[in-house]
T-cell receptor, first 110, second 115 residues
């Protein structure tokens, strides 16, 4: 199968920077998505990468290396409201389904 | 965000009863999805639709059926609910976007408890 792996939980300090990694199998890869999910709420779309490199959107950036099957989400100037789960998902081949990682729970401490 | 609503938002039902969850979208998106989310498993695809009357199974489709008679609505039916189907159910939609990314947008979720 096509597994998506990401750490289960991470802790960071308010104001700091945190990097959340995601690895996937490269065969048939066709796009990588990051979502944010606050407890008790629905996931919300953060970013999409299909080409190698870094995409920056304000305090959040997402990086992709297609050859390594690797992505990361970088969160800068962390705020307490960034405490959430971050879901990595990948699309394979030409279909419109996504394969989801189990999510990384990010805990922000003052 | 896509205008996606789900009903009901909460439901408690007894084992063996049929249950139907409704997803309604106002974005004219072609693709619609039903997921369940359980602790430790992330999002798991139950069924999806790629057009009116066009549906296919996901990885956890046993015990579930779907129907899509019009673009806006995607129904998920549990034919005979079991306790293992206690979960949070999310509907999502995707349509052609500027970046051709077809990112998925989620409804608010339905919390289903089967007793």
């Amino acid at each position: 199968g096509q597994n998506i792996d990401q750490p289960t939980e991470m802790t960071a300090t308010e104001g700091a920077i945190v990097q959340i990694n995601c690895t996937y199998q490269t065969s048939g890869f066709n796009g990588l998505f990051w979502y944010q999910q606050h407890a008790g709420e629905a996931p919300t779309f953060l970013s999409y990468n299909v080409l190698d490199g870094l995409e920056e959107k304000g305090r959040f950036s997402s990086f992709l290396s297609r050859s390594k099957g690797y992505s990361y989400l970088l969160l800068k100037e962390l705020q307490m409201k960034d405490s959430a789960s971050y879901l990595c998902a990948s699309r394979f081949d030409s279909n419109y389904q996504l394969i989801w990682g189990a999510g990384t729970k990010l805990i922000i401490k003052p | 965000d896509a205008g996606i609503t789900q009903s009901p938002r909460h439901k408690v039902t007894e084992t063996g009863t049929p249950v139907t969850l409704r997803c309604h979208q106002t974005e004219n998106h072609r693709y619609m999805y039903w997921y369940r989310q359980d602790p430790g498993h992330g999002l798991r695809l139950i069924h999806y639709s790629y057009g009116v009357k066009d549906t296919d199974k996901g990885e956890v489709s046993d015990g579930y059926s779907v129907s899509r008679s019009k673009t806006e609505d995607f129904l998920l039916t549990l034919e005979s609910a079991t306790s293992s189907q206690t979960s949070v159910y999310f509907c999502a939609t995707a349509g052609k976007s500027r970046a051709s990314s077809y990112e998925q947008y989620f409804g608010p979720g339905t919390r289903l408890t089967v007793t």
